[in-house]
């Protein structure tokens, strides 16, 4: 089936600094999410991405949607503490309604203050 | 509440029980997805319904596994025989609309351990 790659599984950054987290494909989509998860809750969505080459910003949030649709990335500008937590990307195929989202096995970022 | 509610919480079943696991979406949301999470993945689609309308289950594991939300509002999933390899976190997400740009809303997902 559809796999997301994302990797490294774990991220370690200062309090303050940038990062950015890549998710492949080996399959197209025509939507791209990106989503976080705290400890015993569920996903919350902070971008979602529509359009081939589009770059879109939520506060310290900024993802790209790649242009041969197979790829994204995610950048947190300045983290802060409360950055921590699992981040997740999803894909929805160019067939599919709303259903079958497919995942990614996620990125635990952890942030030293 | 305004959001997608899950219960319980969590659940402990002994191996060979049946288990129901119940989801309230949003008020007003068409579709109800369940997502099954194991430990360190990311959620894996289960089955997705359009109001009362079970739409595909291609995702539900196997026969042990069925849902339904007949009044298309309140969905309930239900393990039969439960495995160990059942336990995982089950989410329901729900959304306000069938196609376009419309934001899936997950519950808080229930914890089923089978021991």
């Known amino acids: 089936g559809q796999q997301l790659n994302q990797s490294p599984q774990s991220m370690f950054i200062q309090e303050g600094e940038d990062v950015s987290m890549n998710c492949t494909s080996s399959?197209?989509?025509?939507?791209w999410l990106w989503y976080k998860q705290d400890p015993g809750e569920g996903p919350v969505l902070l971008i979602a991405l529509y359009k081939a080459g589009e770059l879109t910003s939520n506060g310290r949030l900024t993802a790209q949607f790649g242009i041969t649709r197979k790829d994204s990335f995610l950048n947190i500008s300045a983290s802060i503490p409360s950055d921590v937590g699992i981040y997740f990307c999803?894909?929805?195929?160019?067939?599919?309604?709303?259903?079958?989202?497919?995942f990614g096995k996620g990125i635990t970022l952890s942030v030293r203050p | 509440g305004a959001g997608v509610s899950q219960s319980p919480r969590y659940k402990v079943a002994k191996r060979g029980q049946d288990v129901a696991l119940r989801c309230d979406p949003i008020s007003g949301h068409v579709s109800l997805f369940w997502y099954q999470q194991a430990l360190g993945q990311g959620p894996e689609f289960l089955t997705y319904f359009q109001n009362e309308a079970q739409l595909d289950k291609s995702g539900l594991p196997s026969d042990r596994f069925f849902a339904e939300r007949p009044e298309g509002s309140v969905s309930t999933l239900k393990i039969q025989r439960t495995q160990q390899e059942d336990s995982a976190v089950y989410l329901c997400?729900?959304?306000?609309?069938?196609?376009?740009?419309?934001?899936?809303?997950f519950g808080n997902g229930t914890r089923l351990t089978v021991t």
């Open positions: 999803a894909g929805l195929t160019p067939t599919g309604a709303n259903s079958k989202l497919t």
């Open positions: 997400a729900s959304s306000l609309e069938v196609r376009g740009r419309s934001p899936l809303h």
């Open positions: 399959s197209i989509f025509n939507t």
